[in-house]
């Protein structure tokens, strides 16, 4: 059964840094290209990176650029996402999921206050 479990959340100061992690399970990630969106309470749910299967290139939503580094490692199973300097808008709960919206993780909740 494929299975996305996401981890690194949790409460930080604007300008600061979390690393999030998103681990595979059951399907082969080295085939699929991956993304993080991100879910805020009374917002559109939004994506924010995706990365090809094999690492080649990486997209970001414009809110995100030249902060957030959408990584991964296929030996590992893992997809990774960087957040650096870090805003309140950027509070919300993360999910890791396949490019094509099949398979979601259930998510590891960032919040930005100070």
């Known amino acids: 059964q494929a299975q996305l479990v996401e981890s690194g959340g949790g409460l930080v100061q604007p300008g600061g840094s979390l690393r999030l992690s998103c681990v595979a399970s059951?399907?082969?990630?080295?085939?699929?290209?991956m993304s993080w969106s991100r879910q805020a309470p009374g917002k559109e749910r939004e994506l924010v990176a995706t990365?090809?299967?094999?690492?080649?290139?990486?997209d970001y939503a414009d809110s995100v650029k030249g902060r957030f580094t959408i990584s991964r490692d296929n030996a590992k199973s893992t997809v990774y996402l960087q957040m650096n300097a870090l805003k309140p808008e950027d509070t919300a709960k993360y999910l890791c999921?396949?490019?094509?919206?099949?398979?979601w993780g259930q998510g590891t909740q960032v919040t930005v206050s100070s």
């Open positions: 999921h396949t490019r094509d919206q099949i398979t």
């Open positions: 990365i090809t299967d094999s690492a080649s290139s990486a």
């Open positions: 059951g399907f082969p990630l080295y085939f699929y290209a």
